[in-house]
């Protein structure tokens, strides 16, 4: 009798511009904790829920473009974007990430809906299957938690 062989779902965790600098920026709007700690909680706690997870910050457009195509060789099961100052002025990421049709959930550390009038629209909250904004790094957090239950109701 053959084995099933339990598939690993992948999930890529995608953050924009200026994310890189997340406990020296503007620490009172964004907060304290550090992009390279962030990651590290929502590796190990990825780990505990049997996914993987690729990071990937970058502060060029292209680069994360690039880094949505590349999920249709990786195999990518989800995706946890922040686009961060894209989220207002990107349709290059916008029209990367429809054509991947790979689900996603838009984080945002701050309500975005609460700040300046030019951050209170995205290119990319009607594409998504939820939005969470305005609870900090604890917003990928639940996120990364969706992304599981999506899993497990997918898989019954």
Not at 6 to 35: A, C, D, F
Not at 51 to 75: C, G, R
Not at 93 to 104: E, G, K, Q
Request: glycine share 6%; proline share 3%.
């Amino acid at each position: 009798m053959m084995k099933k062989r339990s598939t690993m779902h992948k999930i890529l965790v995608l953050n924009g511009p200026n994310l890189n600098l997340l406990g020296l920026r503007e620490p009172k709007i964004y907060g304290h904790e550090t992009l390279e700690n962030l990651n590290k909680n929502l590796y190990d706690l990825g780990k505990q829920l049997g996914l993987e997870l690729t990071f990937i910050q970058a502060n060029a457009e292209h680069l994360l473009v690039e880094a949505i195509q590349q999920t249709l060789m990786d195999k990518t099961n989800f995706i946890i974007m922040n686009p961060a100052a894209f989220t207002h002025t990107s349709i290059a990421l916008r029209d990367a990430i429809a054509t991947v049709n790979i689900p996603f959930i838009e984080v945002h550390i701050t309500n975005i809906y609460s700040r300046e009038i030019f951050r209170q629209h995205s290119y990319f909250s009607d594409l998504a299957m939820a939005v969470i904004s305005g609870l900090g790094t604890q917003g990928y957090i639940y996120a990364l938690r969706a992304a599981h239950q999506y899993f497990a109701q997918e898989s019954h």
